[in-house]
């Protein structure tokens, strides 16, 4: 069983081999510059995307269901990251995003190439298309990686695979949900935890998690774990995206704070101050929705989520959360060893600043 | 062996029936109304959007390699005509169109849907944005139907998800090239060449008349006749596409002419007048490029491709084409009832008029 920071250092080389080896032949039939250097900088996002939380936390499952093909599972759960990143690069373009990490978005990179290219037309929509088409290319490359696995008994990859097209639905539905709120006036509430559920807990957290049991046994006894542990934690981990917008480090999270707020985007805080919050709080916040924030608003805004009190209520549940999902684990009939590896994932992941 | 009016009828009610269990499942998690409405639309255009040439002509060559499984077969055609409508939708974004045949396109119906509700935002972009997801929906049940079918030989369904894999970046590739084209100053003939051959020969007709005979049999023998057949038919059929841009009626195109032309998408006829055409003539084209044409306007650049003998000549090489591919089916060692059929899928290409 390895750490996370192990399995980093086995997992990251076979996702650039399996990157090469498909652009390679992605690029066999083309003789321009653009898609070439599209699909590269396509690369190095996956390369620096991060954390590998999915596959991880996939791998632990796999291992605690009695998984002992490890290197094989692993090679399997590069799909999960290439999956993340078709989704982040729509994301992106949905959002307007300029950063993904510390590297360009890919509508964003795309858009610099043509300008520098001396390229004519709407090239802020051509980029867009552009990305949008990374995105579908790096799908079709999951889902062959997915479908032709041939690494394991075909009964659990059948349920593997029922696994994950629930999950292409969850996680679509959950983007068009969050994308709907944006432009709604008064969020509707049902509609935001459908969405956390679906985006966070399902995606990032059950679904993975049971992708990795399955992978090891069919009979691994660990839905209702699953189900309770992936909740309490993608909730948590929602709360956690929600609460570094406000109170991060810019240079930590390679971006600005307050993008969410500004995109409209309805959150555990700004749910607070509608909820708890005086009327002029309502009204200041409501006044900054959908607007591009200068440093000074910044500031002013951070400070209103301060007083309001929501910072520090969305502090206490963070804190109460995390002690309830390493008690869950506890509490669960799973491997000595296997427990320790997922509540290190967990206090990682509540110091995370990005 | 069904004609393609017979096929259309058994078809469409399995599509529909398809579409009906996909969206239900969808929408069990979703308690709003927007997804809702956007799913449904996203139904209607694959209910209209057509002519059904891809899943026919893989029935064609699943029955001319010995198949005897029709309905099942049709079954799994289904596939190619929800992936073609996700490519659709996404092509639709970038060209920015309104109309797909007659029913309004995907992001248009939720731009209007977004106006009607008083919803705020940035709604041009949302509604791109839940276009995007639309698609995506629909390439993910297109995987999924594939990956999960069984009611084939394991091998011979193998051996048609590799060459469904193959076209994802086939077509996608074509794309992205097509796209990139239209930025650039002097289009890049060998780019262009790459484009058609990619986006129409491979992926209307190479990869599913090759799906529909790996399906039945893996020693079909017919890898030549599906390469020579549809690399002509395929090029053909883009001539004819942009031949409609121009010439056709837009009440049965369901949309303007010169459409192509004003989004600077290079075609046959774009091309002939850079090679051909008189000094002027370049220069009237160009002047149009990448800009909206009023009626007025239409009528010129008609005029200019007839008057350049643009028109004339690309009349004669769909004639041409038409012949040589008629011939090529003559040709082929195939059983004369699929012959036949085939000759009349080429017969109403030749005839269309959208």
Same mark, same amino acid.
């Not at 993975?208 to 542990?229: C, R, V």
């Not at 502090?315 to 290190?344: C, H, L, R, S």
């Given at each position: &069983? ?11 080389? &076979? ?23 599209? $699909? ?53 373009? &949905? ?58 008994? $075909? ?20 983007? &068009? ?130 007083? $309001? ?46």
């Amino acid at each position: &069983m390895y750490s996370l920071k192990e399995f980093k250092n086995i997992f990251d080389p &076979m996702l650039e081999e399996f990157l090469d080896e498909r652009i390679g032949e992605y690029l066999q039939n083309y003789s321009g510059p653009l898609v070439k250097d599209l $699909s590269l900088h396509g690369k190095e996002l996956v390369m620096h995307a991060g954390k590998r939380v999915r596959p991880y936390i996939a791998y632990c499952m796999y291992k605690a269901s009695g998984g002992e093909k490890d290197e094989k599972a692993i090679k399997f759960f590069v799909s999960l990251e290439v999956f993340h990143m078709f989704l982040l690069i729509h994301d992106d373009f &949905m959002d307007k995003a300029k950063l993904r990490h510390d590297t360009t978005t890919a509508h964003e990179f795309v858009y610099n190439r043509l300008k520098t290219l001396g390229r004519k037309g709407d090239l802020s929509h051509v980029a867009d298309s552009q990305a949008v088409l990374l995105g579908d290319l790096l799908f079709a490359w999951t889902c062959k990686l997915i479908d032709l696995n041939k690494d394991f008994p $075909s009964e659990n990859l059948l349920q593997v695979k029922e696994i994950f097209y629930k999950t292409l639905d969850e996680v679509i539905l959950g983007q &068009m949900i969050d994308i709907d709120l944006t432009t709604q006036n008064e969020p509707d509430l049902k509609l935001i935890d459908e969405k956390t559920l679906l985006k966070t807990a399902y995606y990032s957290f059950i679904r993975p998690m049971q992708m990795g049991a399955y992978l090891a046994s069919l009979n691994n006894g660990f839905d209702k774990f699953t189900k309770d542990f992936g909740t309490i934690i993608g909730m948590t981990f929602q709360i956690q995206d929600d609460y570094l917008d406000i109170m991060g480090d810019p240079k930590l999270l390679h971006k600005n704070i307050l993008e969410d707020v500004s995109q409209s985007e309805p959150t555990f805080f700004t749910n607070y101050i509608f909820e708890y919050g005086k009327a002029e709080e309502k009204k200041e916040l409501i006044s900054v929705f959908g607007k591009k924030l200068n440093d000074t608003k910044r500031k002013q805004i951070k400070a209103l989520f301060i007083k $309001s009190r929501a910072i520090c209520a969305g502090e206490k549940v963070i804190k109460e959360n995390i002690e309830k999902a390493k008690k869950i684990v506890e509490k669960t009939n799973i491997g000595n060893e296997y427990k320790k590896q997922i509540i290190e994932l967990v206090n990682k992941l509540e110091k995370r600043q990005s």
